[in-house]
């Protein structure tokens, strides 16, 4: 078993910056990959961003590139998100979720995932 709890969203302004966290305990060396994910009203959970929890390789959604930086702390299992010049489209529930079983590559689909935390809220105001 995996837990994940993320923290550090909030409620800003366009054009700010937010850094979400997400923290893993329990069986951490079962950890393939790791990913943020968000889920708007209405919509679809849809990807973010991804890592190899080992090699540190990272894979972002084409809407955050070059806006938001995936990373992670092996030492302290936490997973982190920086996002700069969010928009009000940014606004959603934020997800962590971790992949304990092999696969080369994270997937973006979020039904690969086995774990997730309980989700923070991002709200950009424009």
Known sequence: Q???VESG???VQAGASLRLSCAA???TSSIFHMGWFRQAPGKER???AAIRW???TTYY???VK???T???DNAKNTMYLQMISLKAEDTAVYYCAARTTFRLTPSRDYREYDYWGQGTQVTVSS
Do not use: K, N
Request: charged share 20%.
């Open 70 to 72: 995936i990373s992670r």
């Open 61 to 63: 959604a084409d809407s």
């Open 9 to 11: 969203g909030g409620l």
């Open 2 to 4: 995996v837990q994940l």
């Open 46 to 48: 849809e990807f973010v």
């Open 54 to 56: 080992s090699a540190g």
């Open 25 to 27: 305990s329990g069986r």
């Open 66 to 68: 070059g806006r938001f």
